[in-house]
């Protein structure tokens, strides 16, 4: 049998509630709390497969990290130090809304630094809109990305390994690089790494977003598994498909998603503005899309941007900074190994360059 008992979990959420109070006329906003229950799929470790087998070397010895393959995905174990010292921490962490632990498994905590009250049916009058069915579906399927071998083990859905290069080291070389988790679409494996000190190292989902968008990540290949610091073997006859431009891309994406909604955060925005910018803060739901898409959607967002009055401009330039940066990494990629940019079909002209210079100042 490959299924054991079946835990129930339940994972905090909290959702926003536009709502006309009794006796008001105005609409306001608060966020109410709200649990989800979901099952937890459990499975014995003698129907995984393994797919990877990570080993590195350290002042303090050598770390193995395992990851195996299930039902056509791969999987990652989840290493607990503090504040998550075993499974039961980190579980407890989800259904008391511990923002780190929810971010671990992908779940946006887009209450953060908000108020969190709870419903009252005798002073609401009338919902007007509410984003509870839209929270409690992202943690049903953000649970799904969770899984228990022999009821003690968690483990976490995930990609390829990559190798990662440090910020500044050109060029890259095997002995600076590190292997992490490319699956960042599903969650953290929270530390991949045991031997680093707590908090010290190892690479954060964020840290290798940055990586990506600045063609800082590598596939694994027989060359650069001859690092003697550092060494993947790969089981089974599956070929290794790691695309480090549609990785490179996807990842913008997700945080040109972030940084929009950050900036749109700030009061005073035009309605027309605040209309036109809300396409680009659903850009994570087009993650599953081909890279010529998704590289279509930055296309898009340098359109908007360059049609911008200066004044706005200038609140979303981290946005177009983080786009650009993205997009010339990827064409001096390309241009380096000879492959075709996903941009050769909207290159822009040189007074088109010359207008987004002139607006980016």
Sequence with gaps: MDRIAVPLVNVFFAYELNYVPRGYRKVRTRWCPGIATVALRSVSKSVVEPAFRIERAHEKGR????????????????VFRPPFGNSQFFLNALENGIPAALEAISIDVLWAGKAINDFDPFFVGRIVASTEAKMRAMVGKAAGNLILVDEDQLFIRGGEPIYVAPAGVQPPNLLSMEVVNSGIGFGSALPLDPLFPAN????????????????RT??????????????????????????????????????????IKQTLDR???????????????DLKEYIDHPTSECAAALRVFLNWYRHLPLKQGYKFRAAYDLVRTCITAIEVRCRRDGLVSPFEAWRLTPAEEEDLALLAQ
């Design 200 to 215: 010290q190292g190892a690479s954060t989902t964020r840290d290798i977003i940055a990586a990506a968008i600045e063609g």
């Design 63 to 78: 770390s193995i990290t395992e990851v195996f393959r299930l039902d056509g995905a791969l999987w990652w174990p989840i």
């Design 267 to 281: 009061p005073q925005f035009p309605q027309e503005i605040l209309q036109s910018a809300a396409i680009f803060t």
């Design 218 to 259: 590598y596939g694994i290949s027989s060359e650069l598994d001859l690092d003697q610091a550092c060494h993947v073997q790969t089981f089974g006859d599956r070929q290794v498909n790691f695309n480090p431009i549609d990785f490179q891309i996807k990842a913008c994406l997700r945080e040109l998603s972030n940084r």
